[in-house]
């Protein structure tokens, strides 16, 4: 099975900072990453597919980066709606489907 | 609109059983692969099982194998979680997911999820 990291496990950010979220692969996924926002209390969104794609409707200071084991996914401008937990998951190999253990995003 | 709701969830004693449902609406249901995920009070995402368009694919993760059986009702617009012989550790909110699948794959949208917990 592929093995997801991510780094870090939770930060402290201001309004208007860049934030980067690095998810690691255990081995190479090619560009098989997807991202997900989740706020407390609700169900995940996607906001990244195929590592760098921003879905329909997710906003562009947001952006996916990466290829083979390592990604990035940054928050260019860090708005009050952005603090989350982000999870990153491998499409590569299927199954399992396996998840990253998330990033909180903390004010 | 593309809406996932699920239902069934509630408590249940370790061993018992329990029946999730997915009411989808807003798509059309038969041409998606669909998912069950769940999440551990606290935790992180885990991927439970997935069903084919037709329903003659299904795969489980290794830990719910034997026990959970996925399934759907393409004619009803549902998709259900048979779990059987549940133990504490099954114990989430599990969510049922569309899974996108183009080449590349991904879960979206997801439903509200249902909580699923088994205590004595």
């Known amino acids: 099975d592929i093995q997801m990291t991510q780094s870090p496990s939770s930060l402290s950010a201001s309004v208007g900072d860049r934030v980067t979220i690095t998810c690691r692969a255990s081995?190479?996924?090619?560009?098989?990453l997807n991202w997900y926002q989740q706020k407390p209390g609700k169900a995940p969104r996607l906001l990244i597919y195929?590592?760098?794609t921003l879905q329909t409707g997710v906003p562009s200071r947001f952006s996916g980066g990466g290829s083979g084991t390592d990604f990035t996914l940054t928050i260019s401008s860090l708005q009050p709606e952005d603090f989350a937990t982000y999870y990153c998951?491998?499409?590569?190999?299927?199954?399992?489907?396996?998840f990253g253990p998330g990033t909180k995003v903390e004010i | 609109e593309v809406q996932l709701v699920e239902s069934g969830g509630g408590l249940v004693q370790p061993g018992g059983s329990l029946r999730l449902s997915c009411a989808a609406s807003?798509?059309?249901?038969?041409?998606?692969?669909m998912t069950w995920v769940r999440q551990a009070p606290g935790k992180g995402l885990e991927w439970v099982a997935n069903?084919?368009?037709?329903?003659?694919?299904?795969y489980y993760v290794d830990s719910v194998k034997g026990r959970f059986t996925i399934s759907r009702d393409n004619a009803e617009n549902s998709l259900y979680l048979q779990m059987d012989n549940l133990r504490d550790a099954d114990t989430a909110v599990y969510y049922c997911?569309?899974?996108?699948?183009?080449?590349?794959?991904?879960?979206?949208?997801w439903g509200q999820g249902t909580l699923v917990t088994v205590s004595s």
């Open positions: 997911a569309r899974w996108l699948v183009a080449g590349h794959n991904w879960f979206d949208p």
């Open positions: 807003g798509f059309n249901f038969s041409n998606y692969w």
């Open positions: 069903i084919q368009r037709d329903g003659s694919e299904k």
């Open positions: 081995q190479s996924i090619d560009n098989y």
């Open positions: 195929a590592a760098s």
């Open positions: 998951q491998q499409s590569y190999s299927t199954p399992p489907l396996t």
